[in-house]
């Protein structure tokens, strides 16, 4: 593994220099004064990163993973009823987790590679008639098969029902990357952690909560200490902490989404789009289909790429590492085996993707699969000369 290479794993992604540095800082005192200069302009950065106007940021010392803890216990009590969406291995952990916490989750099972249906969600919502439904939790972005799943169709259904149930997302490979509504689509949680779409170092897990969602926090029973939200509210009041903060990566947290405000998000997020169409031109090329089922579902993070029946998806991951010093993800869960991943999210160009593109296709080529050297890359090549000609155009 060469760590000259970028990394093609959906998180952690590529962290930039100037983000590495920052990160790297001498200890400060974290009740002084000096550390709530660092504290409320990362707060303040994500809040605008997810168009949020009315919600509270939190950073706990953690993981996306107890992002999900904190959503839940700060806002549900155990044998409350939540409805989920299985369509990937990280949805699924999340309802594991809910069940694991005492929750009775109603699980739509989808197949992997389709996305959250709106329509079905609005159904089960609207026959709810007693209410029992107390959150449904969406995941964003199923990183496991790269679909994208509509949050704002989901906010529809809930408005259609009349249903009052919290809306909690996870965000986790989306939030920075893609677009994201936290106001006009009235989420109450949204989840995301530092390794992603912040090209951070992993360590935090981003939390943004609703008035509605804090309000919950007050009656919800679940068992909560190190994720509960009011101990960590009463704790930014006085610029601190209810224990020691991350501060080398909070730190991280405030340059991040200044270098993200400052490229624009809608412009971070036109530069994800057109990277991953480029990657979705190569895969086209080579033959291939992607895991995810129609092209409103593409996630413009990550491509589950699926290989030919029989063919060991897995292959193509330890060959590219060993071969090359090239990460690429594997396939998990129920298609472990049957898709390779390419993550591009975070801190990636043109340029960069052009090199995993054209590293897959030695890959393959080496394994034998019936693939063209140049025929992905070409294929890429041709959508960013393109995309980049009538970017020109709008400019002038
Ligand atoms: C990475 C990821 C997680 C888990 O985050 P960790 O930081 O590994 O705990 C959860 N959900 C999604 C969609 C992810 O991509």
Redesign the pocket.
Known sequence: MSSQNPIFI??PTNIPEVLRKAVDMPTIDHRSPLFGRILHPALDGVKKVLKATQAQIFAFPS???GGWETAISNTLSAGDKVLATRNGM?SHRWIDMCQRHGLDVSVVTQSWGEGIPADLIEEILTADKGRQIKAVLA?H???ATGVRSDIAAIRRALDAAGHPALLLV?G??SIGCMDFRMDEWRVDIAVT?S??GFMLP?GLAIVACSPRALASAETATLHRTFFDLRDMAKGYANNGYPYTPPVGLLNGLKLSTEMLLEEGVENVFARHHRIASGIRAAVAAWGLRLCAVRPELYSDTVSAIRVPDGFDANKIVSHAQNAYGVAFGTGLGDVAGKVFRIGHLGSLTDVMALSGIATAEMVMVDLCLPIALGSGVAAAQQYYRQSIDSQKQKAA
């Open positions: 959906p998180g993981t996306g993973t990280f995941t972005n199923e990183t996870d986790v490979s952690g390794q992603k992993p």
